[in-house]
């Protein structure tokens, strides 16, 4: 089977620049996560979609990230304008409804903001 | 709310030590326990999990137990390999909405 798919796996950019991260989540999975993990903050939820559908975004820093899940293959999370403090590594997961199912995470995209 | 606590890291052992990484909880309801494990470059993923109190988790060779009276679903394994050195966490889940609590991970470096 194939796992949770996310692109790119690296990104260097300015700051300033728009950034897009990717995630194809596993088929048949209804919950879609974002996750961010840093050094200094451990993992932290950003965001989580139901169905396609964004059930808490509390967890989103500011008014520059959003998240979109246009369909139930595909998901993004875009930064813009870029800070150098967004550098981190994101990571996408999906898993089943139940409370004893776990989540599958993607391998990650590390994203350095110069 | 949900908490889950792990014992502080990094832990340090050399290869074939015994391995123990506390965890304990606090949750409404009966929750789920899990042990993700994530190694270098890579993204967190199941080791094991258990359900229900009194429910032992295992797979290579890592075991856990669900105490609800103590609340707790420490990892253990009786002798450690280099391969094992990576961060684990905790994590559980108590509602269908798929979303989990997680421990602040617990880094473990194997000497050989």
């Known amino acids: 089977d194939a796992g949770v798919i996310q692109s790119p796996r690296h990104e260097v950019t300015e700051m300033g620049q728009e950034v897009t991260l990717r995630c194809k989540p596993i088929?048949?999975?209804?919950?879609l996560f974002w996750y961010r993990q840093t050094m200094m903050r451990g993992l932290e939820l950003l965001i989580y979609?139901?169905?396609?559908?964004?059930?808490?975004d509390s967890g989103m820093p500011e008014d520059r990230f959003s998240a979109k899940m246009p369909n139930a293959s595909f998901s993004t999370l875009k930064i813009q304008p870029s800070e150098p403090r967004d550098s981190a590594v994101y990571f996408c997961?999906?898993?089943?409804?139940?409370?004893?199912?776990?989540?599958?995470f993607g391998d990650g995209t590390r994203l350095s903001i110069l | 709310g949900n908490s889950v606590t792990q014992m502080e890291g990094p832990v340090t052992l050399s290869e074939e030590a015994f391995l123990t990484i506390n965890c304990t909880y606090t949750?409404?309801?009966?929750?789920?326990l899990f042990w993700y494990v994530q190694y270098p470059g890579e993204g967190l993923q199941l080791l094991l999990k258990?359900?229900?109190?009194?429910d032992k988790g295992s797979n290579k060779g890592f075991e856990a137990t669900y105490r609800k009276e103590t609340t707790s679903f420490h990892l253990e394994k009786g002798s450690v390999q280099v391969s094992d050195s990576a961060v684990y966490f905790c994590?559980?889940?108590?509602?269908?909405?798929?979303?989990?609590?997680f421990g602040d991970g617990t880094t473990l470096t194997v000497k050989p």
């Open positions: 949750a409404t309801g009966y929750p789920s």
């Open positions: 994590a559980l889940s108590n509602t269908n909405a798929g979303k989990s609590t």
């Open positions: 979609f139901n169905n396609n559908v964004p059930i808490d």
């Open positions: 088929s048949g999975h209804d919950y």
């Open positions: 258990a359900t229900k109190a009194d």
């Open positions: 997961a999906s898993s089943q409804t139940g409370r004893d199912q776990p989540q599958h």
